[in-house]
Each structure stands twice: as structure tokens, then as C-alpha cells.
């Protein structure tokens, strides 16, 4: 067994180029989601959208839970001409950046008043580019560094991406804010201009891809048929995870599917909450800002370092537990009505659990990959981890009508509860 690192050798490793790159490229990972979810039902909302309406919306982010249907692409067929100048990881990492930003550019285009059809098919180009983009991603990272530094890469990677959310969900709400004419009521002009600057936003993501070295990966013999292709593509990166881990890939991707049930579903309704509770843009804005970055930068840190010290299964654990407790203060949240400093108290609380629960999280899924079929495994792995909980999560606005918001997030604290017993049962047949 190798030896434990020191702190001193453990903290050198943000130091590493391929460690800052995954800082900049989780930030274009983490731009587009809550721009076709959460910072999407707050826009939806105050244009006057039902809450049943956002939610059922929600299930737009379904794309990302079945981008494994479209991952042995990614990861065994070239691009023509890009795939050349690039390498196989950039081209498509390229390829799927630009989709996201003409998507969001859309987005920015599209009154959710006049009818809300053009609003979706846009969001669905942004979903399904980000998807994609996850893909290839996800294989970009796990084949730039061994299996040692996969824990640190996962937190620059966790960091960045919760700095984009924070960006896409505090900075698109500051800069509609400072394009509004007048005040209140929803403002089209305002949000155009906000969504285009989310599309400009995903400009240090394409250039770190053009700047990055194209990762060392394995020759891939070209196949006879496509019989062969397709077995090769579609069936042996399945086939290999269920030989390496037997009956317990049943136990390993029941954890996957649940771990982030919490956080998902409640994460639906957060927005419409804000605005149901008086808050305005600015408010939840500068709260996010500012303790949400200080927070998601501690709890991906910390995250990242407790699992290559202590080991990734406990703070999985940790992870979960928090995530459920922090649901549970946006239950009194709602008891408070306009309170300031109470937000600004849970949005610190979750940021710092999600960033820890995070980074645990994507290092054991780094860990479950074979690098043979990095993409296509890890797209099955975080793909499992969305399909139930955003299928559930679009029953959210729903549950909200009949029961209130505090009886919803008591709720979705009580769905993290089966996840403590699988990550005990998992934690007695790993090491890691």
C-alpha cells in the first residue's frame, strides 16, 4: 500500500496546470444548467408562469440524465476536420461549447409570455449541448491525471462549476436587475440582455480548450463491421463495469441514482420560493454572490481534501447527511417570511455542503471508471445520478400547490434518508 501523502504534498496539487484547468472548465460545465432550470423558473415565475407549469418544465434537464444514449459517440467517433486540428476530447469539447452559447443566445430571444414552446426548444439545444459537453468533459478529466489526483481535479472541477451556477444564478439575476427599466413586473429587454451575457460567458471555457493540451488516450482499432462497432461502443463499456464489480454494480448504481435526490428536487422550486417570499433579484443575487462563493469555495476544498486524506466513502457520508439538514433549513426559511439574514444563513449552509458532498461524489465516480471507456462509463454513472431525481423533480411545483413550501422541503430531506443505508452497505465492499 502506498504511503499517505503529507498535508504539504497534498495542497501542492491545486498547483498543477491540469489541476487550474479543470477549475475554468468546470465553470463552462456548471454555466448552463441552472440556465434551463433553476434560474429559469425564477425568470418563468415572475413573468407570471404557475408553479405546476416550472416544474413539469424541469424535465427539460432529462437531457443530461440519458446523455449515456449518445456518450459511445462521443467517445469513439471522430469529428471531420476538428478532430485533426484539435484531438479527439477538444473537438467535441469545442463543438458542444458553441452549441451551448447560440442555445442561450436563443434563450435570450424568446418572450416566455408569447407562448412558451420557442422558449423550450432553445433551452433543449442548451441541455443537450451541456450534456454532451459533460461527456466529453468527464473523459477529458479523468484522462489528464492517474487515479491519485482524480480527488483534486474533482474539486477544481466542483469549484468551478459551482462558480458558474453562482454566476448563472446570482450574476444573471444582478445583471437583469441593472437592465431594468423602471420597477417591477417582468422586463423581456432585461433578461435578453442578462442570457447574453451568459452566452459571452462561455468564452474562458473555449479558450482554456484551445489553450489545453489534447490528453493522452488509447488506440482504438478500427472496427470490421458495424456489428463490431456497436457491440465495442455500446455493450463492452457496460459489460466491463458489471465484470469488475459483479452483484455489487446493482448496489454501486442504486447509491449513484439516489445520492443527489435531495438537492435536485428541492433545487426545482428554490427560485419560485425566493420570489414567492419578496425577495428580489438583487437580494438573492448579493446573497449568492457573496456567501455562496465563499462557501462553495470552502466546501469543494474541504471535500476535496477530506476524501484524498480520510477516504472518499466517509465523505460521501458526511456529504449526505448535510445535504438532507440543509433542505431542512429552507423549511424554516419559510417560516421566517422577508428575512435577509436567514438566507443569507442557508444559502451559506448549502453551498458548503453541496460543494463537500460534490466533490466526494465525482471522485467516486472517477473511481468506478475503466480509462479504457472513461466517457461512455461516466456518462452512465452521472446520467443514473439525474434520471429519478429530475423525473421526480417535475412533480415539484405540484406538491408545492397542494402542501406549501415548508411540507416540500421536509419532504425532499426525508428522500436523503435511504442514501445514508447505501452508502453504508457500499462503504463494507470498498477502500476507497
Not at 216 to 232: G, S, Y
Amino acid at each position: 500500500m502506498p504511503p499517505r501523502p503529507t498535508w504539504l504534498q497534498t495542497l501542492k496539487v491545486y498547483q498543477e496546470s491540469a489541476t487550474l484547468r479543470m477549475l475554468l472548465l468546470g465553470f463552462s460545465a456548471g454555466l448552463p444548467l441552472l440556465l434551463v432550470l433553476g434560474t429559469l423558473s425564477f425568470r418563468l415565475r415572475e413573468a407570471g408562469i404557475d408553479r405546476t407549469t416550472i416544474g413539469y418544465l424541469s424535465w427539460v434537464g432529462l437531457a443530461y440524465a440519458f446523455k449515456w444514449a449518445w456518450a459511445p459517440l462521443v467517445d469513439r467517433l471522430p469529428l471531420p476536420l476538428l478532430q485533426r486540428w484539435l484531438g479527439w476530447r477538444r473537438s467535441w469539447l469545442v463543438l458542444s461549447q458553441v452549441v451551448i452559447a447560440a442555445g442561450l443566445a436563443g434563450m435570450g430571444l424568446c418572450d416566455p409570455r408569447d407562448g412558451l414552446e420557442p422558449l423550450v426548444w432553445c433551452a433543449l439545444v442548451v441541455a443537450f449541448g451541456s450534456a454532451t459537453q459533460d461527456i466529453a468533459l468527464d473523459a477529458f478529466r479523468i484522462e489528464s491525471a492517474g487515479a491519485e489526483r482524480q480527488a483534486a481535479l474533482a474539486a477544481a472541477y466542483q469549484t468551478g462549476y459551482r462558480l458558474a451556477m453562482i454566476w448563472a444564478g446570482a450574476g444573471v439575476l444582478w445583471v437583469a436587475a441593472r437592465f431594468e427599466m423602471g420597477s417591477g413586473g417582468y422586463q423581456q429587454a432585461a433578461w435578453q440582455m442578462a442570457y447574453w451575457v451568459m452566452a459571452l460567458s462561455m468564452a474562458p471555457g473555449l479558450i482554456t480548450v484551445l489553450l489545453s493540451p489534447e490528453p493522452a488516450r488509447r488506440e482504438v482499432t478500427p472496427a470490421r463491421n458495424l456489428a463490431t462497432w456497436l457491440r465495442e461502443a455500446l455493450v463492452a463499456p457496460f459489460a466491463d463495469f458489471v465484470q469488475r464489480h459483479r452483484w455489487q454494480a446493482a448496489l454501486i448504481l442504486g447509491l449513484i441514482a439516489v445520492y443527489r435526490i435531495s438537492d435536485v428536487v428541492m433545487g426545482i422550486m428554490a427560485n419560485p420560493f425566493y420570489v414567492d417570499m419578496g425577495y428580489s433579484k438583487d437580494e438573492v443575487a448579493a446573497v449568492t454572490k457573496v456567501f455562496g462563493v465563499i462557501m462553495t469555495l470552502v466546501g469543494a476544498f474541504i471535500g476535496g481534501v477530506l476524501a484524498m486524506r480520510l477516504g472518499v466513502m466517509r465523505v460521501l457520508m458526511l456529504g449526505a447527511v448535510l445535504s438532507a439538514a440543509s433542505n431542512l433549513l429552507f423549511a424554516w426559511l419559510g417560516t421566517r417570511g422577508h428575512d435577509l439574514h436567514a438566507l443569507v444563513w442557508v444559502i451559506s449552509a448549502d453551498n458548503l455542503s453541496s460543494g463537500i458532498a460534490s466533490a466526494a461524489f465525482i471522485a467516486y465516480l472517477s473511481s468506478l471508471t475503466n480509462i479504457q471507456y472513461s466517457a461512455t462509463q461516466y456518462a452512465l454513472f452521472s446520467s443514473m445520478m439525474l434520471l429519478a431525481p429530475k423525473w421526480l423533480a417535475g412533480f415539484s411545483g405540484r406538491f408545492v400547490d397542494l402542501y406549501g413550501y415548508e411540507h416540500f422541503f421536509i419532504a425532499t430531506a426525508c428522500l436523503g434518508l435511504p442514501v445514508l443505508l447505501l452508502i453504508a452497505l457500499a462503504k463494507r465492499f470498498t477502500h476507497t
